[in-house]
């Protein structure tokens, strides 16, 4: 601020000091110190005014409304407070400047008391003190307390004041009664002024109406009305809401005419519109001309940059804005940091975070939410656990960023054990981390975890979303409760591709192959488009049902109808389809003739065709080809040992475990689980570590020994060691899911379903037992395998003995 040159008041008021008594002008002694004080105080210099304020012999009204005003013009409301207290004569000057000082500073409440005060005074409100108050009104959004100064206004007929309208106008407006202010804005006829018509574009603008603030500013220039630095930021703001970019180069185009070309306020909200417009080359031309560095500027470009994928262009104007020598705030540094999401940028990032800690800024907690995003999401999980916990604060998006972090990265029983120390320290989740929560809990397949989050889900209140429905139909498809999937599904209000895929994968999974397809057909009709993963659903779903026919019938559509290259994934559905066919020859044609090369997960489909049909000499060729694409991986070793074994090519099977050995490979053991009362119960292959052991066996040898009076013949083939066939059969009953069924049928309820997972493929004899298993014992049982769900019911298999 310039400040005024006050030495002629200040020689003057000497002067008039030195005169003697009888020498002393007409003029009140005091008028030239009074016009120093108002000088002063609105030059900032409310401490020389306060001295000669006390120096003075006789204080008027003037004086005292002077020193009141410039205290809190200032912001320094206790010293205004003061002394208006002191004052002898509280006129309503001094009431209005009060009443102004604590409104401008975020004090409407007492901004509000202090105006009742007033009225109990009996004082007449001003034009000013009456816009004070709607200002403060405004900043607190306090509709109850407009709408009684608003009566008032009516009371004290101010409601035909341009001034006072403007101000009724604009509190309406942030208080989301847009109607109100249109409709008082209507009835001013001809007194409208350009600070009234930018108080109703801005209205409109700040209430996501950007058409209606587009209009009003065209009919403004109609009117022939003249515009100011705050009429161009809400129209501009319109613009960039609307994406009208034509339009916002011609309001660009009045900017120039207007004069207001080189307004830092105005040229940032034009760097602000072209970019959310799309127009990154003109925002980035208009910042380079800006005569003023604005940080705001710079950050709506970047923020721009970031939301388009440019992550990059970001991180360089970052660069640029610290090399300058820029004002950096608290809120440039969560929008580059936002960058590194698209880059990837990890040492640069540390640099970032480094130079937040030196610039003071870590413990603002927009910053700190952040750096726990930008870590979680690429994968640096222990760095955003480490910034979350040095964190002074957090609230929920703090705990969002690291939920989903954990749940993305596959971290999925710790984003569970967050959640959980998120509920303890009573922050209730949003939707997103309700989404992430119902995937770990898909992936886990935790059911009963899953069923509680989604029941205080419904009780919290919280509207639903996409993304949660979406997560709420995949959970409940991957534990294997269709029917439950199916009525999230048909509740939702919304759908998307998403949405169809995940209940098209889900019947796929559960053994419902054809029932997927009929859901594919009721997709296509309702005009959502399939995807990459809709035609991997399909795939699996014929797959697992034998659908030879519908499954070329799908693959030849992918490229030919929707434009989709067939991936890794398709083609391995489809050599897996063939195998399961007996198509060994044609699956090997497909793979000859595949566009792309390749992938471990193409053989690996082909061996496990290979070990169904026992094709020796293309099983050798798929595991040499997955020794070396995956060197450490147990299971082409252990399928291929089990091919020799299931044809007694016992030397062979030896030499091929011999080779896992001596390059330290090692199998993973199979394992099957299940929740019981809220605990995991676990269990390996001859087990005799649960501490019910002994009552599980007696159970097992007791389900031998009823199965095979019912029929049930154990199959030595899937028994891979040399051995007698007393011996194999007694493995055989104690693989790991047969001891699961034993502790479901010690543990649960009669009726009760059995709920088991298994984080290998079900043996074929396994298979066999369950189903006996589920007759004998009237027990539905739901085996997930890590391939597929199997119901078993009354001695069948949803998966037709077809898995």
């Known amino acids: 601020m310039n400040r005024l040159n006050t030495r002629p008041l200040i020689k003057k008021c000497h002067q008039i000091n030195q005169i003697k008594p009888h020498q002393q002008p007409q003029i009140p002694s005091n008028v030239a110190s009074n016009q120093l004080i108002d000088s002063l105080s609105k030059s900032g210099r409310i401490d020389e005014a306060r001295q000669l304020f006390d120096k003075m012999p006789e204080r008027d009204e ?3 409304n002077t020193m009141v005003a410039g205290y809190a013009r200032l912001g320094r409301l206790n010293e205004a407070q003061k002394i208006f207290d002191e004052t002898p004569i509280h006129s309503s000057v001094a009431w209005s400047s009060l009443i102004s000082g604590y409104s401008r500073n975020g004090c409407g409440t007492e901004a509000f008391v202090l105006f009742w005060k007033m009225q109990v005074k009996g004082l007449r409100p001003t034009q000013y003190t009456l816009g004070s108050v709607l200002r403060a009104c405004s900043n607190t959004a306090e509709l109850l307390k407009g709408e009684q100064i608003h009566a008032h ?25 847009i109607l109100e202010a249109e409709y008082l804005f209507m009835k001013v006829s001809d007194k409208k002024n350009h600070v009234l018509w930018s108080a109703m574009v801005t209205g409109y603008s700040q209430n ?16 022939d009305v003249g515009t100011n630095q705050f009429t161009f930021p809400s129209v501009l703001t319109a613009c960039a809401a609307m994406s009208a970019h034509v339009f916002g180069r011609q309001v660009h185009c009045c900017i120039i005419q207007s004069g207001f070309g080189v307004n830092v306020f105005v040229n940032s909200a034009l760097v602000d519109m072209y970019a959310k417009c799309g127009d990154l080359h003109g925002a980035k031309r208009l910042l380079e001309d800006m005569e003023v560095d604005d940080v705001v500027a710079w950050n709506s470009l970047i923020v721009s940059y970031v939301r388009q994928g440019y992550g990059d262009e970001a991180v360089s104007l970052f660069k640029k804005m610290h090399s300058r020598g820029m004002k950096i705030d608290n809120f440039t540094y969560p929008s580059v940091l936002n960058s590194f999401s698209f880059t990837a940028d990890v040492r640069n990032a540390k640099h970032i975070h480094c130079l937040i800690v030196k610039s003071g800024f870590e413990d603002y907690i927009i910053i700190g939410n952040a750096l726990v995003d930008m870590y979680a999401k690429g994968g640096c999980l222990s760095s955003a656990f480490r910034v979350f916990h040095s964190m002074p604060e957090c609230d929920v998006v703090s705990w969002t960023s690291l939920i989903t972090g954990y749940a993305h990265h596959g971290s999925h029983v710790e984003a569970l054990n967050l959640f959980c120390n998120m509920r303890t320290a009573n922050i209730h989740p949003d939707q ?20 509680q989050v989604h029941g205080n889900f419904i009780k919290s209140g919280l509207g639903s979303s996409l993304s949660v429905d979406n997560s709420l139909v995949t959970m409940y498809a991957k534990c294997g409760c269709l029917e439950e999937a199916h009525q999230v599904f048909d509740l939702m209000l919304l759908r998307n591709v998403v949405s169809w895929t995940a209940l098209i994968v889900g019947y796929a999974q559960n053994g419902k192959g054809r029932e997927s397809l009929l859901l594919y057909d009721r997709m296509i009709v309702s005009g959502t488009r399939p995807d990459y993963v809709t035609f991997v659903g399909l795939l699996f779903a014929c797959s697992h049902a034998g659908l030879l026919k519908d499954g070329f019938r799908f693959f030849e559509s992918m490229d030919n109808v929707y434009g989709i290259s067939p991936g890794a994934e398709h083609y391995a559905c489809m050599i897996d389809l063939l195998g399961r066919s007996g ?23 082909l061996l496990a065709a290979c070990r169904m049909h026992g094709d020796i000499e293309l099983a050798e060729m798929a595991a040499k080809n ?14 291929l040992s089990n091919i020799y074994s299931s044809s007694s090519k016992w030397d062979d099977a030896a030499r091929i475990r011999s080779l896992m050995k001596s390059k330290g490979v090692t199998k993973e053991p199979g394992c099957s689980w299940m929740e019981v009362n809220g605990k995991m119960q676990s269990f ?6 649960h501490p019910r052991m002994e009552e599980i066996y007696s159970k097992v040898e007791e389900i031998m020994i009823k199965i095979k009076k019912a029929g049930y013949v154990p199959d030595t083939n899937y028994s891979l060691h040399d051995m007698d066939k007393e011996a194999k059969e007694r493995g055989l009953a104690y693989h790991s899911e047969k001891l699961a069924v034993a502790y479901g049928l010690l543990s649960l309820p009669s009726g009760a379903p059995i709920r088991i997972f298994k984080n290998l493929r079900v043996c074929g004899d396994c298979h066999t037992a369950i189903k006996f298993v589920s007759s004998v014992f009237q027990r539905r049982i739901i085996l997930r395998d890590a391939n597929c769900f199997h119901h078993f019911n009354e001695g069948l298999c949803s998966c037709g003995d077809y898995w």
């Open 62 to 64: 003037f004086t005292w």
């Open 153 to 177: 206004v009516v009371k004290t007929r101010f409601d035909d004041n341009v001034f006072v309208v403007t101000g009724l106008i604009d509190m309406y407006a942030k208080c989301e009664r």
């Open 208 to 223: 996501g109406d950007g058409l209606r603030a587009i209009e009003c500013f065209r009919d403004m220039r109609g009117e």
């Open 432 to 451: 997103f981390i309700i989404a992430s929560i119902f995937s770990s809990s898909a992936e886990l397949t935790i059911l009963a975890f899953g069923r």
């Open 583 to 605: 198509k060994i020859s044609e699956a090997k044609d497909l793979l000859n003739k595949m566009t792309i090369k390749p992938d471990a997960t193409l053989w690996k489909a």
């Open 626 to 639: 997955l020794f070396k694409l995956e060197p450490e991986n147990a299971m082409p070793y252990v399928l």
């Open 684 to 689: 390996m292959a001859e087990d005799r570590n």
